[in-house]
């Protein structure tokens, strides 16, 4: 579900989005609206491709474990943020899960293609500034920052 | 090049968007994982792969592909299909291995120039 909430003045665009857990149907819907809202707004074309890997990436990972979780983007003359608050099992060992290849992906979710371990490389590789917390038990917090040339 | 020039050389079946195949092919990327190709592939690339669900086309999408080649007569399913078509992303198959129509995809791509 999307849910666009406002456009103010300070920011060229806030809104917020909402991502099912567990349903790969619709995995990607999110990420892509991200991508089309930064088209229309102009921004640049690297800034905007760097977005769309962030924003999935953090996507297939609620659908891949989450309950939910609400998504806002922001954008700023000087930046692009993405926020993703998920409500799901959090991350024991985050160091751990940052090492590429290290997964806990069911069977299921392998032969998709998916939980190969490289998700929040991704993230962290095409993100300007990456910051990630996680409380166990109650969910995740990803928070990716690219900045305009 | 042209995606339906490699149609026509490789003898490629076009299963959806056959109205986008005059879209340059600029390279290509091989590959199942799928966070592997969001980061590694290219604006413009031809995605060859054996996975075959719908989640394919976000990732295509997104990455601006020109298109999606499946390998080993590997049928699309019918949600990729009508995906890939509102996406105007083409998926075309091949009953060759990723390994022979990776090489020719490369000798048509690098001798074109």
Request: charged share 25%; glycine share 10%; with cysteine.
């Amino acid at each position: 579900m999307i849910i666009p909430v406002a456009e103010t003045n300070q920011n060229l665009y806030c809104g917020s989005f909402t991502i099912e857990g567990g349903n790969f149907n619709s995995a990607g819907i999110v990420s892509t609206s991200i991508k089309s809202i930064l088209k229309k707004l102009g921004i640049p074309g690297d800034i905007v491709r760097k977005a769309a890997i962030v924003s999935y990436e953090a996507e297939i990972n609620v659908v891949s474990y989450a309950k939910k979780a609400d998504v806002t983007l922001t954008v700023d003359p000087e930046k692009v943020c993405i926020e993703v608050m998920d409500e799901g099992p959090g991350i024991p060992n985050i160091e751990l899960a940052m090492q590429e290849g290290w997964s806990t992906a069911d069977q299921r979710i392998r032969e998709m293609g998916f939980g190969a371990g490289m998700g929040l490389c991704n993230i962290k590789n095409y993100s300007d500034l990456f910051d990630i917390t996680s409380e166990v038990g109650k969910g995740t917090h990803l928070k990716m920052t690219i900045h305009k040339p | 090049m042209k995606i339906e020039k490699i149609v026509q050389a490789l003898g490629l079946e076009v299963k959806c968007a056959k109205d986008w195949r005059d879209r340059e092919g600029t390279g290509g990327y091989t590959g199942d994982l799928l966070s592997d190709v969001m980061g590694n592939s290219k604006e413009g690339y031809i995605w060859i792969t054996r996975q075959v669900h719908q989640n394919i086309v976000a990732v295509a999408s997104l990455k601006e592909h020109a298109g999606i080649i499946l390998i080993n007569s590997s049928e699309p399913t019918r949600d990729t299909l009508e995906k890939a078509e509102a996406e105007k992303i083409p998926i075309m198959v091949s009953d060759l291995p990723a390994f022979e129509i990776s090489g020719k995809i490369y000798n048509l791509l690098t001798t074109a120039s």
